[in-house]
């Protein structure tokens, strides 16, 4: 947690660091929803698919972050608002793995605009708030339907189910400690639509 960032908050080379004043702006779910997405970024690999990109001007981080990063799947869209929407989704499964309730995650996009207050002006790299708000919805929906099937928790794109930190038995073991009916307990706020399951394209 820093004094001062650019942003509300950041992943790079496996560290999350998030804005104070950002932080006291939100409630603990919310909070989850940040932090789970920053570490849905490192999980998926995302700074070294980033700085690969980037290259060759950024040749000399390369060499580091091969060392340091996990490599990102080869699905990884180019898009970068579709690389924000799959940290999105992830970022709620794993707030709902550590036991936040998943709807009350899911109103971080109702948050945006307080959180980063240029919002409206960083959509040619991140989605607008309408389309993340619905898809944190609908990963929700999908989250407590696995949950209550006794499916494993794991979002549906192959490419964001991460193998290097959370093995299948760790996760299952995690979601076998959750109660479905205090995790998938009802938002306050109000939801919009969420029937259809919770996907991303390339």
């Known amino acids: 947690m820093v004094d001062e960032l650019p942003t509300a908050a950041y992943a790079f080379m496996g560290q999350q660091r998030i804005n104070r004043s950002s932080m006291e702006r939100v409630n603990e779910p919310q909070l989850a929803a940040v932090l789970g997405h920053e570490m849905a970024h490192s999980l998926l690999g995302h700074g070294l698919f980033n700085v690969?990109?980037?290259?060759?001007?950024?040749?000399?981080?390369l060499g580091l972050l091969e060392?340091?990063?996990?490599h990102p799947h080869p699905d990884t869209p180019d898009d970068p608002r579709a690389r924000e929407l799959d940290a999105d989704l992830l970022g709620l499964y794993l707030a709902g793995l550590a036991g936040y309730r998943?709807?009350?995650v899911a109103t971080?996009?109702?948050?945006?605009?307080?959180?980063?207050?240029?919002?409206?002006?960083?959509?040619?790299?991140?989605?607008?708030a309408k389309e993340r708000k619905e898809l944190l919805y609908r990963a929700a929906v999908r989250f407590c339907e696995q949950l209550r099937k006794g499916q494993l928790l794991q979002p549906d794109p192959v490419r964001l189910h991460v193998t290097y930190e959370s093995r299948e038995e760790e996760v299952r073991a995690r979601q076998n400690l959750l109660v479905a009916d205090d995790v998938c307990a009802p938002a306050e706020a109000p939801q919009p639509d969420a029937a259809a399951p919770a996907t991303t394209t390339n």
């Open 52 to 61: 690969r990109r980037l290259s060759p001007h950024a040749i000399h981080l």
């Open 67 to 70: 060392r340091s990063e996990p």
């Open 102 to 104: 998943v709807f009350e």
């Open 108 to 128: 971080m996009a109702d948050r945006l605009p307080d959180l980063h207050p240029t919002y409206a002006d960083v959509t040619s790299t991140h989605p607008k």
